[in-house]
């Protein structure tokens, strides 16, 4: 057969251009996609979308870690991408970009994921995900072995053990070690381990140790190895495959000007002088108003929670704010056995003042989706709220990172206990279902009309009703509450709070907002009541939308 230019040069033009287009495609090792789905077109994939977008376009973050959120609720997506820690911002900035691309490729409808390249790693998921240790983790191992595996075993362990130690005395940006040892007269091992550093000491310590010990077995006397996983990895062989930091820079040498004399340098001296001092006077006393304004500032919300809102008129709640000691022995130290229940924003409990008096304790969690707007709406909201059909707030605690909410304790728990089981349902006969449908609806009249303020409750459910010992229903959880003026019957809002379901279709797809909102989700929980089925909600071209059934329990 006649060799043919015509045919070799297209080819050869073909293949440098290939080569050029992926000379830039990342080392890919491995990936995971979870078994839950989420739904085209919906706001999770919009969330995902911006999230995945402004991580490749973050310019600014120069150490290799980035951790961001999109989203309110249900619908939030955390994402956290970490970069090998010897690599420089240029090289991580590509893989970062390269693996936003090419995850949703390979986990097209997946709402956790999680991929791994030479050089960085990416995952987001549904739910909170930064400052926690996960402990799955995928592995990959050189195919040959080692002459002297019990050697060489010892060797490793003693510089993963240093290389630990290392990473895990790391700062908020860099939890990351690399070195070598030697294992045979010539023959050297190579160690990198790194942390999210996000993670405290402890955490990366631990998660780096176990993610070995989970694998020795399995990697034992391999000439190479390392360990993947999503909140640290490790890898080891008997070449340097890591890049060398850089030296830092020698010091300026410092260049020393002979001094002068004369009478001439005596005047230049003492103005120089004069210049300096005026100078620092000025600062010293400028510092000092800074910090007696700050100080002053500091004690001043230390020692009254200030609810500085323009509709607001309790200007301060020192009287409710309770210490959290005191709260402590009240729940005997938020005792397991305690726990009332577990919701979006914290945990309940139970428990009883010195007094005797019994209350529920809200204990909002770190990483809840309830901040201090939430937190401070609810405290403003609750405690101006006095009503039969209302629960009550005793008072609230604010220290540190603890904050809680004490409520009147309601012995019967909250309504969707009793509805959607099947055998404490039997106590609700028709004439109790009738007192709570009235209950409720005479509750929502006092939100929306009675009070000084007409408050918009948000999230009005049967997990939202309390009853007491004479099942008497109480609204409770304003946390998502919204407040208008007297005279204003309707607002906008981009911010979309709520449980699916139960949410007024002009509310969850345009943020139209009024008393209708609690009225149509009112209308949900009366068929509820009615039926005793839980409603679930049908997708309508991939949005949440109104269209509700009502399943058996």
């Given at each position: ?283 010293l006393i400028i510092s000092i108003f800074i910090f007696l304004k700050v100080r002053k500032r500091k004690a001043k919300g230390q020692n009254n ?249």
């Amino acid at each position: 057969m006649r060799f043919s230019w015509r045919l070799f040069v297209p080819a050869f033009v073909f293949s440098i251009l290939f080569c050029l287009v992926h000379a830039e495609d990342e080392i890919y090792l491995r990936h995971m996609c979870s078994a839950a789905n989420y739904t085209s077109y919906s706001i999770y994939q919009e969330n995902l979308k911006a999230l995945l977008s402004s991580l490749s376009s973050n310019k600014a973050i120069d150490y290799g870690f980035y951790n961001f959120s999109v989203g309110e609720r249900f619908n939030r997506v955390f994402a956290i991408a970490l970069c090998r820690g010897d690599i420089g911002q240029s090289a991580c900035q590509r893989c970062v970009n390269f693996s936003t691309a090419d995850l949703p490729r390979r986990c097209p409808a997946q709402e956790e994921a999680i991929v791994w390249y030479d050089n960085c790693m990416l995952r987001y998921s549904t739910r909170w995900i930064f400052r926690s240790v996960e402990r799955y983790a995928s592995y990959m191992y050189n195919a040959d072995n080692v002459t002297d595996p019990n050697l060489f075993t010892q060797a490793l362990d003693g510089l993963l053990s240093r290389l630990r130690e290392g990473a895990s005395s790391g700062d908020s940006r860099h939890k990351f070690a690399v070195g070598s040892t030697k294992y045979a007269t010539s023959t050297s091992i190579y160690g990198l381990v790194q942390c999210t550093p996000d993670l405290t000491a402890l955490q990366c310590s631990h998660c780096l140790n176990t993610s070995y010990k989970d694998v020795t077995g399995d990697i034992r006397g391999r000439l190479g190895g390392r360990v993947l996983g999503p909140s640290c990895n490790i890898r080891y062989d008997i070449y340097q495959f890591y890049e060398i930091p850089a030296p830092p820079p020698p010091p300026t040498p410092t260049t020393v000007v002979p001094s002068s004399t004369g009478e001439g340098s005596d005047k230049v001296r003492k103005i120089i002088l004069g210049i300096v001092s005026t100078v620092c006077i000025v600062i010293l006393i400028i510092s000092i108003f800074i910090f007696l304004k700050v100080r002053k500032r500091k004690a001043k919300g230390q020692n009254n929670f200030l609810l500085t809102d323009a509709h607001d008129d309790i200007t301060s709640t020192e009287c409710l704010q309770f210490k959290f000691e005191t709260i402590q022995v009240a729940t005997d130290n938020f005792k397991k056995d305690n726990k009332l229940g577990q919701g979006g924003f914290g945990s309940v409990y139970k428990g009883k003042l010195v007094g005797g008096k019994r209350i529920a304790v809200k204990r909002l969690a770190a990483n809840s989706g309830q901040g201090d707007l939430e937190f401070k709406n609810e405290v403003v909201i609750v405690a101006k709220l006095q009503h039969r059909n209302l629960v009550r707030l005793f008072g609230f605690c604010l220290e540190g990172n603890e904050r809680l909410l004490i409520y009147e304790f309601v012995s019967n728990s909250s309504l969707d206990r009793f509805l959607f089981d099947p055998i404490k349902r039997t106590y609700l006969d028709w004439e109790t279902r009738y007192n709570i449908i009235g209950g409720i609806a005479r509750g929502l009249l006092y939100l929306h009309e009675d009070s000084r303020l007409r408050i918009i409750h948000r999230d009005l459910k049967a997990g939202n009703i309390l009853l007491d010992e004479e099942m008497c229903p109480k609204i409770a959880d304003f946390g998502l509450a919204k407040l208008f003026i007297p005279n204003q019957t309707q607002g906008d809002t981009s911010r979309i709070c709520g449980t699916y379901g139960y949410m007024a279709p002009e509310y969850l797809i345009h943020g139209k907002l009024s008393v209708k909102s609690d009225v149509y989700s009112f209308g949900i929980l009366l068929f509820e009541i009615i039926s005793g089925q839980k409603n679930s909600r049908f997708c309508s071209g991939g949005e949440p939308y109104v269209l509700t059934s009502f399943v058996g329990s």
